[in-house]
């Protein structure tokens, strides 16, 4: 885990193939075939409402403030957040993210509480898996918004064509 878990995260704001809510099988390896790297544990996966939901929280015992880097093991609460990840054959994929709130004890810190970061997959604030926004902007560059919105559509994400005009928009020019 990284000492500032935000440090390159740019936010500008805050037909039918199983039984509904059959249980595909719980996946113990976490999400390591799917990600890179991932301090995240999948508890298990259902197929439901013609959609893959999945079910995961953090692997790590504590939270790392993103504000000062500080450790800390004091939970505050809890709560969940939905996030959309890319479609497994045309299907949608959500994924629930239960996430703990924690104290920072640091006295130079100017935030008593914070959230645990999903560590490289998701970014703050936003409800899409990082490599879902890459193939949103891969799609908004190539055609327009309303192409795109419903090129989208056909493999599993659902998204308008403001949105992905929102996300071009927020993409950085290259350095070259």
Do not use: W
């Not at 995260?9 to 799917?34: F, R, W």
């Not at 015992?61 to 800390?72: A, E, F, Q, T």
């Not at 560590?119 to 799609?139: I, K, L, P």
Request: charged letters at 30%; one cysteine or more.
């Amino acid at each position: 885990m990284q000492k500032y878990p935000n440090g390159g995260k740019v936010t500008t704001k805050k037909s039918e193939i199983g039984k509904a809510n059959e249980t595909i099988s719980p996946c113990d390896e976490g999400l390591s075939q799917i990600y890179q790297s991932s301090d995240l544990i999948v508890h298990e996966v259902d197929y439901e409402d013609d959609s893959f939901k999945m079910y995961a929280t953090s692997s790590l015992d504590h939270g790392i403030c993103p504000y000062c880097g500080h450790r800390s093991h004091s939970v505050h609460s809890r709560y969940v957040r939905t996030i959309q990840d890319l479609s497994i054959l045309g299907r949608r994929v959500i994924m629930r993210l239960g996430v703990r709130k924690f104290f920072c004890h640091n006295r130079d810190c100017r935030r008593k509480t914070f959230a645990e970061q999903p560590g490289d997959e998701v970014f703050r604030y936003r409800r899409r898996t990082c490599r879902c926004e890459r193939a949103v902007a891969r799609q908004g560059i190539s055609v327009s918004s309303s192409s795109a919105s419903r090129m989208l559509e056909h493999i599993g994400i659902h998204i308008s064509s403001s949105t992905v005009l929102r996300d071009v928009h927020r993409m950085r020019p290259s350095d070259y």
